[in-house]
């Protein structure tokens, strides 16, 4: 069991509607166990009225403020959960979330079992998980997701055509919607519904999937942490697109390549003693 949670990082719902109730309910609970809250600028424009309610909450004005910080507590879904993975990214704080999306296949505290979530967490009777990241470099820029890279056609109507390679070796030159190199974290995502496995989340590996392939032949591969995937967009006319945790960061020029590597570590997710994302898999995606 980890050690009981004093001061957390709270994150919320884009929508503040979504998030209001619970996030009373929350605070009460936070106010109740003395914990203290530090919350993003972003949070106190969406819920300042609620979180003025607690004596103990300030504002995030940099990564400084975390040092303290035992526990991220994210209400929301998967999205929520990405934008506390970023804020959190390489410090070794555990994000835990309670369940207010569709799917929520990374949250862990279900809104009907709120309190009680929330105090078996505060108590650190919850497991936590270090989450194997990417990093996709495209010329001079380095990007860094938790979930997923993709490189796709974009709002291009026709298919882009792919060169893929994994440590110099070329696998598949192919005309297809896109390409998802997925985290463990990230394999009940995009890459699933492109026909990706489930991996689970301590695996030390990463799953290359691809959207509408022109081709029987081509299948998802799982790729070593050690491996490093080189995706070369083969159209001679067309730009490709690079999307990196949902967010479209950028352009893919013909014969431009996009190298994928792997990041140990670089989040961590904590999940309820007692839950996994198997049991998530089951309950919510089948």
């Known amino acids: 069991m980890s050690r009981p949670i004093r001061h957390i990082l709270l994150v919320t719902h884009g929508h503040p509607q979504v ?20 919350a993003p600028p972003s949070e106190w424009e969406k819920h ?67 309190e009680e979530g929330l105090q078996r967490l505060l108590a650190g009777d919850y497991v936590e998980y270090p989450l194997l ?3 996709a470099s495209l010329q001079d820029k380095t990007f860094r997701a938790a979930n997923d890279v993709v490189v796709s056609k974009g709002t291009n109507p026709h298919a882009c055509s792919i060169a893929l390679s994994i440590n110099g070796v070329t696998m598949f030159e192919v005309v297809c919607d896109g390409v998802v190199a997925s985290t463990p974290a990230g394999s009940s995502a995009y890459s699933l519904a492109a026909g990706g496995p489930l991996l689970g989340i301590a695996v ?71 839950d996994s994302l198997y049991h998530h898999f089951r309950d919510r995606l089948l």
Do not use: W
């Open 19 to 38: 998030a209001a109730e619970t996030l009373c309910r929350t605070v009460q609970v936070l106010n109740e166990s003395g914990v203290s809250i530090v």
């Open 48 to 114: 300042g009225e609620i979180l003025r309610s607690s004596a103990s909450a300030a504002v995030m004005n940099g990564r400084k403020d975390l040092s303290e910080v035992g526990l991220c507590l994210v209400l929301g879904g998967d999205g929520t959960m990405l934008r506390a993975f970023r804020l959190t990214q390489d410090l070794g704080i555990p994000v835990a979330g309670v369940n207010l999306g569709r799917v929520g296949f990374l949250t862990t505290v279900e809104q009907a079992s709120l």
């Open 204 to 274: 030390e590996a990463y799953v290359i999937s691809f959207v509408a392939p022109h081709a029987v032949g081509v299948r998802p591969v799982v790729a070593a942490p050690q491996d490093v995937l080189e995706i070369v967009n083969a159209d001679e006319d067309n730009d490709a697109y690079l999307d990196v945790d949902g967010q479209r960061l950028a352009r893919v020029g013909p014969r431009s390549c996009v190298t994928i590597r792997t990041s140990p570590s670089m989040n961590s997710l904590a999940l309820l003693r007692g």
């Open 133 to 135: 990241g990417l990093e």
